[in-house]
C-alpha cells in the first residue's frame, strides 16, 4: 500500500478512548493470543481489559496458567494502586479464558495474534496452524478473521507467504510491558488489505494505544532508531567519550528521553540487543548496524545488562556508589536505585 493509502486508512480509524462508547460497533467481536509469555498475557489482559471477549492460548499448561497468574496479578496491583477499578478487573477477568488447545482458543476468534518466540521457522508453523483452525466452528464472520504476529524483528511479508490469506495478515508490534507501554507499531506486509489495517488501527486505539503505521522494513521504526543510538551510545563508552551515566544523562536531561541508551540496552539485554544489530547490519547494509567490539565482548563475557546483574551498569546492587561516574574498562557503572 502507498504512504497516501496508509495515511488514508489512518484518517477512516476512529479515535476512541478505552472504554468509550462505541456506537459504530467493534472491528473485531472476539481475540485470541497464541503464547502466554511475557508479551502474549499483556496482549490479552489489554484486550480483555478493552472489553474483547478474549482467550489465551500456550503450547505449555505451566506457562499457560503463569500468563492467567500474571494477568491477575497486574490487575490486582492496578486495583492497589487505584488505576484500576474493582469492577473493571472483575469484568475483564470474566472476559478471559485459558485455552489448553490451539483450535479451542481460535475457533470463534476473528483476531488472532501470536506472541511465540522470535523464530520465523516456529512462528511460521504457528500461523499455518492458527489459519486451518479459526472459523472451523461457525463463527460470525468466518472469512474475516485477521491474523497478527508480534514480532518485534523478522519480515511480516516472508510469514505471510504460507499463509491461504495475506491480505488479512500484519504486524501488531506492542512493547513490553503492554499494559504500560502506549505504543503499537502496526507492520503493513506487501499484501496486507487495506481493511485489515483499518480494522486494526481501530482496535490499537480501542484498547487506548496510540498505533503508528509502518512498512515492512528491517527493525520497523522503533528497534530501526532505538537500536542506533543504543550501538553509537556504545561506541561512545568504547572510545572513552564520557562515562554510561553520562551519556544517558545527556539524552535523558538533553533530549527528554526518559531513559539513556545504555540502560534501555541493559534492560532489554546485551545479547538481544546484539541480535538485532546482526540482523540489521546484514538486512540493511548499513555500517551504522556493525556490532561494536565492547558490545561483542561483554555478551562473550555473559555481561548481558540487567538479567545478568551486569551490563553498562551493575544491577546486583553490590556495588560502592562511587563507581557510578567512573566506568571500568569494560563500560559498566552502577545502576541508579530508581531502575533496578
Ligand atoms: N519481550 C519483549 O520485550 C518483546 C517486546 C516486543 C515484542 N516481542 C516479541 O514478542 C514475541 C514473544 O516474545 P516474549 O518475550 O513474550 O516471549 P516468551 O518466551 O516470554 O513467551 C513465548 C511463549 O510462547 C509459548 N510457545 C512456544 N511455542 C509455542 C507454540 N507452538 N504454541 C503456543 N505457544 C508457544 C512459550 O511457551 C512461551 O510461553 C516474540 O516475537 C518477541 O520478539 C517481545
Known amino acids: 500500500m502507498s504512504a497516501a493509502s496508509r495515511d488514508s486508512a489512518r484518517e477512516t480509524a476512529p479515535a476512541r478512548p478505552s472504554g468509550a462508547a462505541r456506537p459504530f460497533g467493534r472491528p473485531f467481536s472476539r481475540v485470541a493470543v497464541v503464547g ?22 500456550d503450547a505449555g499448561e505451566a506457562e499457560l496458567r503463569r500468563g492467567m497468574v500474571r494477568i491477575a496479578a497486574t490487575l490486582d496491583k492496578g486495583v492497589a494502586l487505584g488505576k484500576v477499578a474493582e469492577a473493571a478487573r472483575e469484568a475483564a477477568l470474566s472476559r478471559l479464558r485459558a485455552a489448553r488447545r490451539l483450535e479451542e482458543a481460535v475457533q470463534e476468534a476473528d483476531l488472532v495474534i501470536e506472541a511465540v518466540p522470535e523464530s520465523m521457522e516456529l512462528k511460521t508453523a504457528v500461523l499455518r496452524s492458527v489459519a486451518e483452525a479459526v472459523g472451523s466452528v ?109 551519556i544517558d544523562k545527556a539524552m535523558e536531561l538533553g533530549y527528554r528521553h526518559p531513559m539513556g541508551p545504555l540502560k534501555v540496552t541493559d534492560l532489554v539485554g546485551l545479547d538481544v540487543r546484539l541480535g538485532i544489530a546482526r540482523h540489521l547490519h546484514e538486512t540493511l547494509s548499513s555500517e551504522a548496524f556493525r556490532p561494536p567490539a565492547l558490545l561483542e565482548r561483554m555478551v562473550a563475557e555473559g555481561k548481558l545488562g ?35
Open 36 to 57: 502466554a509469555g511475557t508479551m502474549g498475557h499483556g496482549i490479552a489482559q489489554a484486550a480483555a481489559m478493552a472489553g474483547y471477549p478474549t482467550a489465551l492460548h
Open 138 to 246: 461457525a463463527p460470525a464472520t468466518p472469512s474475516k478473521a485477521v491474523l497478527a504476529t508480534n514480532t518485534s524483528s523478522l519480515s511480516v511479508g516472508a510469514m505471510a507467504d504460507g499463509l491461504p490469506s495475506p491480505d488479512r495478515f500484519l504486524g501488531l508490534h506492542f512493547f513490553n510491558p503492554v499494559h504500560l507501554m502506549a505504543l503499537v507499531e502496526v507492520v503493513e506486509g506487501p499484501k496486507t488489505g487495506v481493511e485489515t489495517l483499518e480494522r486494526c488501527l481501530e482496535f490499537v486505539r480501542d484498547l487506548g494505544k496510540e498505533p503508528i503505521v509502518v512498512a515492512d522494513s528491517p527493525g520497523f521504526a522503533s528497534s530501526r532508531l532505538g537500536v542506533a543510538l543504543g550501538l553509537e551510545a556504545i561506541r561512545m563508552v568504547e572510545a572513552g567519550v564520557a562515562s554510561p551515566p553520562d
Open 306 to 340: 540487567k538479567k545478568s546483574g551486569r551490563g553498562f551498569y551493575d544491577w546486583s546492587g553490590k556495588s560502592a556508589a562511587g563507581d557510578r561516574k567512573s566506568p571500568t574498562r569494560s563500560g559498566t557503572a552502577t545502576a541508579s536505585r530508581g531502575l533496578s
